[in-house]
């Protein structure tokens, strides 16, 4: 498969092939968005390559469809118009996808787009580093890094690369206060489905989960020992605040 072929893609859309990214997006779609999608992904990876100190050797590809339509039909699955995912990477490519301001008007808003750049952009970072792949359906059996890891690494990151610093004390204020912790596996199973009605508060744990490792190393020290850290804490241990406040050798 060569850096073009990336599967997820409708047919017909335009392929512009940039410095360090590819982009994908309907011929429909105007020019100032494309322009706009262009600008905006270099600066997120910029800033994200940046703040990581990391320079991914895969190559990024970036989809913007133009409806939810086209989304939930491209992907073989229902998600809602403001969704983007990482939906695919392997060893030598990884596909990020979002939708269009006409899908929902929400994906117009460039502030709650460039986090979510940065979330997913996080995402293929972490996989690289790990040596990970995935599919969208694999059941997830080639990611090295759990869910609730990888998932609030990338909400802390996309958070810290735009100083946002707010939201994530927040979550760690929700976490010590929280009442029914769950299990390491639970958090996975309820990140992992999309449509778990526990989902927003397994992103909380884990946000604040990972927000209290960086607190006690750095997100250099923690992107760095992913693997270990994976290793670190079992599937059936309850993910409470005082699990991440032990000494962490450095
Ligand atoms: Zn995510």
């Not at 913007?64 to 990477?89: G, H, V, W």
């Not at 992103?203 to 670190?232: P, W």
Request: overall charge negative; hydrophobic content about 40%; proline content about 4%.
């Amino acid at each position: 498969m060569s850096t073009f072929e990336f599967p997820y893609i409708p047919g017909g859309y335009r392929h512009i092939e940039l410095s360090d990214f590819s982009l994908f997006a309907s011929p429909d779609e105007s020019s100032a968005h494309v322009e706009w999608l262009k600008q905006t992904v270099r600066e997120v990876s910029d800033a994200l390559r940046s703040f990581l100190n990391f320079c991914p050797k895969r190559r990024l590809a970036v989809c913007c469809y133009r409806s939810n339509q086209e989304a939930c039909e491209c992907l073989d699955r229902k998600i809602d118009s403001t969704m983007a995912l990482a939906p695919f990477d392997d060893n030598s490519k990884g596909l990020i996808v979002l939708q269009s301001p006409e899908a929902d008007r929400r994906n117009g808003d460039s502030n709650r787009m460039k986090r979510i750049l940065a979330h997913e952009m996080a995402h293929q970072f972490v996989s690289e580093i790990s040596n990970s792949k995935k599919v969208l359906g694999d059941g997830n059996v080639n990611r090295i890094v759990p869910a609730w890891l990888d998932e609030g690494f990338a909400v802390v990151v996309s958070r810290l690369v735009w100083n946002d610093i707010t939201p994530l004390k927040e979550s760690i204020e929700l976490f010590n206060n929280c009442t029914e912790l769950m299990t390491f596996g639970e958090l996975n199973w309820h990140l992992d489905d999309l449509w778990s009605k526990l989902r927003d508060k397994a992103f909380m744990c884990s946000t604040a989960a990972v927000y209290l490792l960086v607190q006690e190393t750095s997100v250099d020290y923690v992107f760095r020992h992913l693997n270990i850290i994976s290793g670190r804490y079992d599937n059936n241990g309850v993910c409470a605040p005082d699990k991440f406040r032990e000494e962490i050798p450095l």
